[in-house]
């Protein structure tokens, strides 16, 4: 059984959706931000969105390609860097306190 590509769109569409309600709920329950914090908080958003992408790529549309190869590295590597940005942030503001 082949899923149509509307479907896989129609299905990545909602996962990004659904993920960015989420983190925005999060958000918004946790008050009031400085400006620091909201500055982590978008990195960690656009984070959660880009994950969001590759994992659809992997995972939903299994026979699709809906990132090229060289798209693919680039995703992941800025996964990666912001993982380590965001990973770096917490644990040097953690010593300074």
Same mark, same amino acid.
Not at 62 to 82: C, M, P, Q, Y
């Given at each position: 059984?082949? @899923?149509? +590509?509307? /479907? ?5 569409? *909602? ?7 989420? +983190?925005?709920? @999060? =958000? &918004?329950? %946790? ?6 914090? &909201?500055? /982590?908080?978008?990195? @960690? =958003? ?9 994992? @659809? !790529?992997? $995972? ?5 390609? #809906?990132? %090229? !190869?060289?798209?693919?590295? #680039?995703? *992941?590597?800025? /996964? &990666? !860097? *912001?993982? #380590? $940005? +965001? %990973?770096?942030? *917490? =644990?040097?503001? !953690?010593? &300074?306190?």
């Amino acid at each position: 059984m082949v @899923i149509p +590509v509307y /479907i896989l769109a129609l299905m990545g569409v *909602f996962s990004v959706v659904a993920v960015s309600a989420a +983190v925005w709920y @999060i =958000f &918004k329950v %946790t008050g009031k931000q400085n400006n620091q914090t &909201k500055l /982590i908080s978008l990195l @960690i =958003f656009c984070m959660v969105l880009l994950t969001t992408v590759y994992l @659809i !790529d992997k $995972i939903v549309s299994v026979r699709t390609a #809906l990132l %090229t !190869d060289n798209e693919n590295t #680039l995703v *992941f590597s800025l /996964i &990666k !860097d *912001f993982l #380590l $940005i +965001v %990973t770096g942030y *917490f =644990f040097a503001r !953690d010593t &300074k306190e």
